[in-house]
């Protein structure tokens, strides 16, 4: 079983994107191939990068019939070549054929997100910050990008709204100041969350850091601005930055010394693998 994926979810989300696309049934293939019917076909990638999402592949046919038998050859985190032959199917020619294309909507997405993140994590080099990824994600499908995420080498920012405190440009504005916000949320806020301020500035940076804000944020800095925050915040908080990153501008930003960069780009223009099931 995938980390951060339990079963009962993939199966529900799995099951629910199948009735999407089957309705009231596959006229094609059910009218075409009779019940008793078997065939064998081959998971194969044409193009290279890192594979995700091979037990959610598995688990559309296994809801399908229990007559498809599944080897599979690598495992999700695994480096792929273009040629390679991730899997093979054996079992009910409906079931596969009815299967296919939702099975590949799954695996082709996340292993595009995971190897997009790989990338931009490697372009990092030796330097201690890593990876991570936004909110910006798509809707009712977070959990599985997250998941490809993490299967890329990244770490993950909060899955919600309730997971962390992040106080944005239009919070602080609501509030007064950086101070009002942080002290107002503080009142209530349960030991156990964080609070993130994002910050424009470097007279914002030295309020959070007055405000003893657990992660500081710098918003669509110069790496010069960075740096220069990074030796001011130095331990007193973690350190995030975000925007504008792409793989020809991260590695000069985590040579800013900062702890986290966060992008929406390792999920938002991850392009699909192009993976494909031979018969």
Known sequence: MPQ???????????????KEDIGFGDITTDYLIEDDKQLTAKLNTRSDG??????????VFNILSDDVKIQTYFKDGDEIKKGDTIAVLEGSARAILTGERTALNYIQRLSGIATETRKYQDAIGNCKARITDTRKTTPCFRMFEKYAVFTGGARLHRFNLS????????HIQFAGSITNAVNKIREKLSHTHKIEVECDTIEQ???????????????????SEMKECVELIQDKALVEASGNVTLETVADIAKTGVDVISSSAIVAKAKTLDIALDM
Do not use: R
């Not at 951060?4 to 199948?18: D, S």
């Not at 890192?50 to 688990?59: A, P």
């Open 4 to 18: 951060l994926l339990h079963q009962f979810i993939m199966e529900e989300h799995i099951k629910n994107a199948l």
């Open 50 to 59: 890192i594979l995700c999402g091979i037990d959610i592949f598995k688990t």
């Open 163 to 170: 997971d962390c405190v992040m106080i944005k440009d239009n």
């Open 205 to 223: 940076v030295k309020e959070a850091i007055q405000a003893k804000a657990d992660i500081i944020m710098l918003d669509n800095m110069s790496c």
